[in-house]
């Protein structure tokens, strides 16, 4: 009668399995997606490098359970507590699982968002013998859908915003000419400069031309912009719009320090550029307390240049500084919304980025970032 013992695996067997998990091995260590494995006690066996860029060091991570690693798993989240999920759904019922945008603390101690697949771990009989977890890191790919949402409101916005304003001009137009005649009758009939009536119509006309330059400028936002690129130097430009600037500043008494650094001649539009530089300076100069001081610095970093427009003003609350650049939104009185939003979209025309930093009480450091595309040496 035949043997049905299991034959002992040979030296050549051996070899060929502890060469086949070296394969496996090395491939989980080449994929640069984070990959866990844990054994049915839930003890983690396998740690690539991707999950020691994002967590904790191998040793510090191999034959610890996964709650212990991971005390985020004991939490529950979207109505779902993952240790258990991956415990018991995975590791005893053999299914797989899939959650998306679960917040992670990693090594460096912040929460990130992860989407998470686990699949239960097979020995060759079918027997399950732990479970492989994939963790996809997702804040680029949420802040690209945020950005989607973004555009597509700011662009419904903008249209009606833009339909609005052509219906308001005309008949804001005639009452402005209507005040004026007024105005003119008012002075025929009093003969005196310093009557409250003229003065009442000068306000009026004042208010007129403000709401004017808020419809000028919302359409300006709105329409789709023809770009005339030039070779032109980032510091000529900053110099130019500084002229633009010098009475704000004067008025206030706000002190401008200029850092020019070496700079190539970039591809741009002259006149985007002036109008970016001028909204975040002025935005700036506004925002600070007379006796102020705005620093402007331009630099050269790998393949972008960079302009910083640094103030020492009371700076922006935390959760303000994610709509700073949302249209209409404005903390200031008498403020529209427009300056940053028409600076953040003009920087976008140019394949560039603006970015933000500041802290309430601490001042606000806005950088402007331009590709450099074409230099002109």
Known sequence: MPDKR???ESATDAFRHSEYLEQIESLVESIDLAIFAVNVSGNIIVWNAAMERHFAAREEALGKHVLTVFPDFKEEQ???????????????????IEVRRYMLATRLSSQYPFDIKAFPLTSRDGKITGAV???HDVREQMQIEEQQILNARTTSLSNLGASLAHEIRNPLNSISLNVQLLKEQLKREKNCENDTSLKTADILLEEIGRLNLIIKDFLEFSRPSNMRNEIASPNEIIGSMLELLKEEARQKEIEIIVDFGDLPDVMMDRNQITQVFYNIALNAIQTMNRGGRLEIISRARGEWVVVEFIDNGPGIAEGELSRIFDLFYTTKEGGTGLGLAIASRLVENHHGHISVHSRQGEGATFAVSLPIKIMSK
């Open 133 to 135: 977890v994939l963790l």
């Open 78 to 96: 979207q109505s779902v507590n993952w240790g258990t999920v991956v415990l018991r759904n995975v590791i005893k019922e053999g299914r797989s």
């Open 6 to 8: 299991a034959k002992p």
